[in-house]
C-alpha cells in the first residue's frame, strides 16, 4: 500500500507552546488528508479534513483555531496544536487519500505529551 | 449520517484457529468497506477492503464477505498466527471525492499461542 509519514513519532512539550506535526504522502498525491485523535482504547475520532489548497473542513466541537490544518501541496499538510494544555495529550494520526481511489492510507501516528 | 456497529468488542482465539469479525452499517448509501489493523503505538493499517459490487474478496489468509441487503460485512482470518493480535477496524464510506469514513469502535483480537 501507499505510505504515509508523520514527524515527530512523539513531542513532550510544556503547556502554553504551541506544537506542529507533519504529514507527508511519499508515493502518491493526497488530494486529501484527514486528521484523527485517538485516546487509548477508543476508535478513531476525526478533526477536520483538508483538500490541496483550500481550508480545512472541521468536524463538530472541533476548535479551528487551536487546531490549525494547513495542506499546502499535495503531499503535505500540518497540524499545529495551538497553545497546548494537557488535555490535548492524545495520539494524533493523519490519513491521506488520492480521490481518484478508494483507498485511505494511515500516518504512524504522533504522540504528544504536554506537561 | 452513518453509524458502523461492531461486535464483539474482544476476540480470542488458538493459534491456528479461524476468527471472524462482524460489522453493521446503516446508510445503504455506503459502497466502500475498508478494514484496518492497529497495532499498539501504530497507526492503523489498510489490511483489505471490498466496494459495494462486490460480494467477497480474498488477500491469502484474509477474506471481507459483504451483505448489501442485511447492510452487514465481516473480516475472515484463516490459520491465525500470534502476529495476527491485534485491534482491527471496520469502516464504511459513502460515494463521494469528500466523503468520510465511519469507523466502527474496533475489536481486540488475542491469537493464543
Known amino acids: 500500500g501507499a505510505v504515509v509519514s508523520q514527524h515527530p513519532s512523539w513531542v513532550i512539550c510544556k503547556s502554553g507552546t504551541s506544537v506542529k506535526i507533519e504529514c507527508r504522502s511519499l508515493?502518491?498525491?493526497?488530494?486529501?488528508m484527514f486528521w484523527y485523535r485517538q485516546f487509548p482504547k477508543q476508535s478513531l475520532m476525526l478533526m477536520a479534513t483538508?483538500?490541496?489548497?483550500?481550508?480545512?473542513?472541521?468536524e463538530q466541537g472541533v476548535e479551528k483555531d487551536k487546531f490549525l490544518i494547513n495542506h499546502a501541496s499535495l503531499t503535505l499538510s500540518t497540524l499545529t496544536v495551538t497553545s497546548a494544555h494537557p488535555e490535548d495529550s492524545s495520539f494524533y494520526i493523519c490519513?491521506?487519500?488520492?480521490?481518484?481511489?478508494?483507498?485511505?492510507?494511515f500516518g504512524p501516528g504522533t504522540r504528544l505529551t504536554v506537561l | 449520517g452513518e453509524n458502523v456497529e461492531q461486535h464483539p468488542s474482544t476476540l480470542s482465539v488458538q493459534e491456528g484457529d479461524s476468527a471472524v469479525i462482524k460489522c453493521t452499517y446503516s446508510d445503504s448509501a455506503s459502497n466502500y468497506f475498508p478494514w484496518y489493523k492497529q497495532e499498539l503505538g501504530k497507526g492503523p493499517q489498510l489490511i483489505i477492503d471490498i466496494r459495494s459490487n462486490v460480494g467477497e474478496k480474498k488477500d491469502q489468509r484474509i477474506a471481507v464477505t459483504l451483505n448489501k441487503t442485511a447492510k452487514h460485512f465481516s473480516l475472515h482470518i484463516t490459520e491465525t498466527q500470534p502476529e495476527d493480535s491485534a485491534v482491527y477496524f471496520c469502516?464504511?464510506?459513502?460515494?463521494?471525492?469528500?466523503?468520510?469514513?465511519?469507523f466502527g469502535k474496533g475489536i481486540t483480537l488475542s491469537v493464543r499461542p
Open positions: 490519513s491521506a487519500r488520492d480521490t481518484r481511489a478508494p483507498e485511505q492510507f
Open positions: 469502516a464504511a464510506r459513502p460515494p463521494g471525492a469528500n466523503s468520510k469514513l465511519t
Open positions: 508515493d502518491f498525491q493526497a488530494t486529501t
Open positions: 483538508s483538500n490541496e489548497g483550500s481550508k480545512a473542513t472541521y
